[in-house]
Nanobody, 127 residues
Framework: QVQLVDSGGGLVQAGDSLRLSCAAS????????MGWFRQAPGKEREFVAA????????YYQDSLKGRFTISRDNDEKMVHLQMNSLKPEDTAVYYC????????????????????WGKGTLVTVSS
């Protein structure tokens, strides 16, 4: 059983940066595909970014490319989401997720594909 603890959220101003982190325990981290999702009030959970097992392939929501960067450290069992030039519309609870398998195609973007979830960390961006 994999446990995920996501952290790093907070209240920032538009244009600021934040780095979210997700610490994994249990299981073999290097076997896991990892992702970040977010959910704003009154909205469905949406894909943010994902990364494959060794970090050489990353996927992003099109609208976030260039501002957000996902990375992982298999030795530390961590995955990070660097968020730059934050906007008020980035306000949401951000969730780390892990998939025991390697998603195929559009599955990377589907929250139903992922097996394990963190409890979320709140990011609030003020204008």
């Amino acid at each position: 059983q994999v446990q995920l603890v996501d952290s790093g959220g907070g209240l920032v101003q538009a244009g600021d940066s934040l780095r979210l982190s997700c610490a994994a325990s249990g299981g073999t981290f290097s076997y896991l595909s990892m992702g970040w999702f977010r959910q704003a009030p009154g909205k469905e959970r949406e894909f943010v970014a994902a990364i494959n097992w060794n970090g050489n392939r990353a996927y992003y929501q099109d609208s976030l490319k260039g501002r957000f960067t996902i990375s992982r450290d298999n030795d530390e069992k961590m995955v990070h989401l660097q968020m730059n030039s934050l906007k008020p519309e980035d306000t949401a609870v951000y969730y780390c997720a892990a998939d025991r398998h390697t998603p195929v195609g559009r599955s990377w973007y589907n929250p139903g594909e992922y097996d394990y979830w963190g409890k979320g960390t709140l990011v609030t961006v003020s204008s």
